[in-house]
């Protein structure tokens, strides 16, 4: 990368996104905060991707691969348990750059918001319950939960995010791009399958390759 600003500051977020599990927007708020008192414009989510993938690519190749999976998989798991609520895998295990100390997100789309709530009540799965700015007026309801990995050998912290069914349409739109932010269970299967295949990037036996970007979007 360059040394534009911009750029210096994509790089330092994605220092806390890969080394301290951060999201995007918290990790960009606290650089700014940091070394410019916050008045400063932000870099774009896509930049900070850009940033992610280079600081994967230098600090942790080896091991990357082997722990997007393990969090893919429990995102797979739960995406199985709350399929009447339409889950979509979304941040980083869905982008592709996840690491052991990022949570898994996933958005659930619902016709009732708090049938998801009771979903996790009736089978006995203890949860947290926030809140966090969301695209509209209303605060999205967020239900956080930790779920065992047996390839971590550790547990994941799981966000559910709680949004209309109606807001579905609107979250496929892709980025500036045209990659998706999200995904379905089946386009999470169709990403597991190819990262099976010897040569795709998140393939745990790839041949380190400084540069290349770690992760797919189907």
Request: aromatic share 4%; charged share 25%.
């Amino acid at each position: 990368m360059s040394n534009t600003l911009t750029e210096q500051l994509a790089a330092a977020a994605a220092a806390l996104v890969v080394d301290e599990g951060m999201e995007y927007s918290a990790a960009k708020r606290k650089v700014a905060r940091q070394h410019h008192g916050g008045r400063t414009e932000l870099p774009s989510n896509e930049q900070v991707e850009d940033a992610v993938r280079e600081h994967i690519a230098l600090f942790c190749p080896g091991t990357q691969a082997l722990e997007l999976r393990a969090l893919r998989e429990v995102a797979q798991q739960w995406m199985q348990r709350l399929q009447e609520f339409r889950p979509h895998l979304s941040g980083a295990a869905w982008r592709g750059t996840a690491t052991r100390l990022s949570a898994v997100q996933l958005d659930l789309y619902c016709d009732d918001t708090k049938a998801a709530e009771i979903a996790l009540i009736n089978t006995g799965v203890p949860f947290d319950a926030g809140a966090e700015p969301g695209t509209g007026r209303e605060p999205l309801t967020v239900l956080t939960l930790a779920s065992r990995s047996p390839a971590l050998r550790d547990t994941v912290t799981v966000h559910l995010l709680l949004h209309d069914a109606d807001d579905l349409r609107g979250a496929l739109k892709p980025d500036a791009r045209g990659r998706p932010w999200r995904g379905s269970q089946a386009a999470l299967h169709k990403l597991l399958l190819q990262a099976e295949q010897p040569g795709h990037p998140d393939h745990p036996n790839q041949p380190e390759h400084p540069g290349r970007p770690t992760g797919g979007v189907a």
